[in-house]
C-alpha cells in the first residue's frame, strides 16, 4: 500500500484491518476504525489526530502570572530534557558505533 495519498484508497479497510471482523468491534473501536479508513493513510491519520487533541484548550485567557509559570516550564523542559538530547545525540552515536560516516552522509545502524 503507498502511504502518499491523502484520501482513502481502494482496499484500505482490507490493508490496514485484514482478519478484523467490524461487527464484533465495540462503539469505540468501530470510530477508530473508520477514521483510520477514511483517510486512508496510518501517518496522516496518526498525526491530524494528535494535533487536533494536542490544540483543544479551553478559551480561558491566562493570567501574566500563569503566562510566566507556563514558559518557566517550558524552558526548564527544553533545557533539561530536549537540548541534550539534541546535543548529545549524534556523539553518543558515533561512540556506541550506530552511525558511520561516509562522504558528507551519515547513516543510522
Known amino acids: 500500500m503507498s502511504f502518499n495519498a491523502t484520501v482513502a484508497q481502494p482496499g484500505t479497510y482490507d490493508?490496514?484491518?485484514s482478519g478484523v471482523d467490524s461487527s464484533s468491534l465495540n462503539?469505540?473501536?468501530q470510530k477508530w476504525v473508520a477514521w483510520y479508513v477514511?483517510?486512508?493513510?496510518?501517518?496522516i491519520a496518526t498525526g491530524l489526530?494528535?494535533?487536533?487533541?494536542?490544540k483543544k484548550v479551553p478559551?480561558?485567557?491566562?493570567?501574566?502570572e500563569e503566562q510566566w509559570e507556563c514558559t518557566k516550564q517550558v524552558l526548564f523542559a527544553h533545557?533539561?530534557?530536549?537540548?541534550?538530547?539534541i546535543w548529545l545525540f549524534h556523539?553518543?552515536?558515533?561512540?556506541?558505533?550506530?552511525i558511520f560516516?561516509?562522504?558528507f552522509q551519515w547513516f543510522l545502524v
Open 15 to 17: 490493508t490496514l484491518y
Open 27 to 29: 462503539w469505540a473501536e
Open 38 to 43: 477514511y483517510w486512508g493513510n496510518p501517518v
Open 49 to 54: 489526530l494528535g494535533f487536533l487533541m494536542h
Open 59 to 64: 478559551s480561558k485567557v491566562p493570567t501574566p
Open 79 to 85: 533545557f533539561t530534557v530536549k537540548l541534550p538530547t
Open 91 to 98: 556523539p553518543l552515536a558515533l561512540v556506541s558505533s550506530s
Open 101 to 103: 560516516i561516509s562522504g
